[in-house]
């Protein structure tokens, strides 16, 4: 089964500090997405990579940004955190090119910006 | 552009009722269609796809039929239980040489009482 990890499952951080949410996948995808969830709104995507050190902006990168170092880790950054920036942040991994392919998602970090 | 429309609820239930939930989609060429379930604390799993028209993507006793014509990816369960109530997103993708990227719809939260 593919495995996707988010470092932390609730996380509270301040106006203004630097955030940084962690995920790493086990299946060697080369496509990997972070999205946020917000009630009434669904699913917006922020960034997507597909391949280690590409990125695309998403639906949403405004105040975001992302870092792709190593082909299982793909790294949100929050540059300056602001509290509309309270979220459910999902990652997802997939294969490449597999248009009937599913994203496999992690569990979510719900961060708290105070 | 490509898109999804999905009953939004919430919905309330009974045990043993039948459920559908909508969805219907705007899209170029042929893409793949998706259901997706998230139980409460956890992350989107895959709970049924089809690629193609007329395809019937069927798990856990849910079904969806893929119609082309009506563009509609329907959900069905003839008898829904306790354990069913989530929030449910369609979502698709789109075709060969498309992007990798899903579009999902605004999901529809069920919840199910004894």
């Known amino acids: 089964d593919v495995k996707v990890t988010q470092s932390s499952r609730y996380l509270v951080k301040r106006t203004g500090e630097k955030v940084f949410l962690e995920c790493v996948q086990d299946m060697d995808h080369e496509n990997m997405f972070w999205y946020r969830q917000d009630p009434g709104l669904g699913l917006r995507l922020i960034y997507f990579?597909?391949?280690?050190?590409?990125?695309e902006k998403g639906d949403i990168p405004e105040g975001y940004s992302v870092s792709r170092e190593k082909k299982e880790r793909f790294s949100l950054i929050l540059e300056s955190a602001s509290t509309n920036q309270t979220s459910m942040y999902l990652c997802a991994s997939s294969p490449p090119g597999g248009y009937n392919q599913p994203q496999h998602f992690g569990d979510g970090t719900r961060l708290s910006i105070l | 552009g490509n898109s999804v429309t999905q009953m939004e609820g919430p919905v309330t239930l009974s045990e043993e009722a039948f459920l559908t939930i909508n969805c219907t989609y705007t899209a170029t060429g042929y893409p793949s269609l998706f259901w997706y379930v998230q139980y409460p604390g956890e992350g989107l799993q895959l709970l049924l796809k089809?690629?193609?028209?007329?395809d019937k993507g069927s798990n856990k006793g849910f079904e969806a039929t893929y119609r082309k014509e009506t563009t509609s990816f329907h959900l069905e369960k003839g008898s829904v239980q306790v354990s069913d109530s989530a929030v449910y997103f369609c979502a698709l993708r789109r075709g060969q040489g498309g992007s990798e990227k899903l579009v999902f719809g605004k999901g529809m939260k069920l919840t199910v009482n004894p």
């Open positions: 089809a690629t193609k028209a007329d």
């Open positions: 990579s597909y391949d280690v050190k590409m990125k």
